[in-house]
Nanobody, 117 residues
Framework: VQLVESGGGLVQPGGSLRLSCVASGFTFSSFAMTWYRQAPGKERELVARITRDSGTTDYADSVKGRFDISRDNDKNTLYLQMNSLKPEDTAVYYC???????????WGQGTLVTVSP
């Protein structure tokens, strides 16, 4: 079971990035999925989540209207489109398969997003 994020990097304020998270080793379409982030010196926080069929999405207030979570179950891939980025969005971004029934949670290794002039 593995989650591998990509797409992070350095971007100027106001710019955009799209993160990807490729899942393997489990039936991706059976699980809701989430994105978290951890800024330097801060606790990890939930950014967005999406149901199995993409029917429902939720966002942290800090990113609402700027970030968009989506998934492609045929490609076993989770996405996070980030627009109008701010310096306070600088963090390591992780995708996570939440704990569900007898299945344990799974974290990716993270991808660093740096928003700076």
């Amino acid at each position: 079971v593995q989650l591998v994020e990509s797409g992070g990097g350095l971007v100027q304020p106001g710019g955009s990035l799209r993160l990807s998270c490729v899942a393997s080793g489990f039936t991706f379409s059976s699980f809701a999925m989430t994105w978290y982030r951890q800024a330097p010196g801060k606790e990890r926080e939930l950014v967005a989540r999406i149901t199995r069929d993409s029917g429902t999405t939720d966002y942290a207030d800090s990113v609402k209207g700027r970030f968009d979570i989506s998934r492609d179950n045929d490609k076993n891939t989770l996405y996070l489109q980030m627009n109008s980025l701010k310096p306070e969005d600088t963090a390591v971004y992780y995708c996570k398969r939440p704990k569900w029934a007898w299945f344990s949670e799974v974290w990716g290794q993270g991808t660093l997003v740096t928003v700076s002039p």
